[in-house]
């Protein structure tokens, strides 16, 4: 096995860029000051348009599957190294040296990872996220509920991977921390729904 060493730095490298960020500056738009004052997909959706926004969620999912794609396959890790990969990038997804170290709210980024570690468990998270999405029309409540069956699902469907088992209680509970300011304005009914 490799050094995992390289493998970490760089799926941190790769979660760290903030595509959102970037993409609304070639059209003169700070996110950070727009819309809900993130920089990721949602908000780019409601400040640039959906299309923006399918753009910025594809390359943010990228930037967490890539790295477990490379860590698993080209560096032959363990699966604890290539969970701890993955988690990386979602680090430097939500800290990114870029912006201060604020970025993103991750869940993009984890789905890129989930789908790398376990599609199973990413579907039926995907599924979840889409029923709570129908009934809900707010992407936050979507997010929240899929983040908090994540941990449930990889119990169930792996529950040989401890590694993972471990990740997915630490990225769930990340979500719900990026998510306290939407988890405040959903309680006082201004959530912005679509």
Known sequence: MQSPVPYLLLAFFLGSLPFGHWLALFFNVDLRKQGSGNTGATNVSRVLGKKWGYLVFALDFAKGW??????G????????WVVASGGCAVLGH?????????????V???A????????WVALGVGILWWIIFQLSRTVSVASLGAATAFPILVAWLSPQR???????LGL??????????????IFQGKEKRF
């Not at 396959?73 to 604890?80: F, I, R």
């Not at 509970?173 to 300011?181: A, E, K, Q, S």
């Open 162 to 168: 401890a590694a993972l088992q471990w990740a997915s």
């Open 94 to 106: 939500v800290f990114t040296p870029w912006l201060g170290f604020r970025g993103g709210k991750g």
């Open 112 to 119: 890129g990872i989930l789908v790398g570690l376990s599609p």
């Open 108 to 110: 993009a980024t984890s």
């Open 73 to 80: 396959h080209l560096g032959n890790l363990s699966d604890p």
């Open 172 to 185: 769930a509970g990340l979500v719900w921390l990026r998510h306290r300011d939407n988890i405040q304005r």
């Open 66 to 71: 890539l790295p477990v794609f490379f860590s």
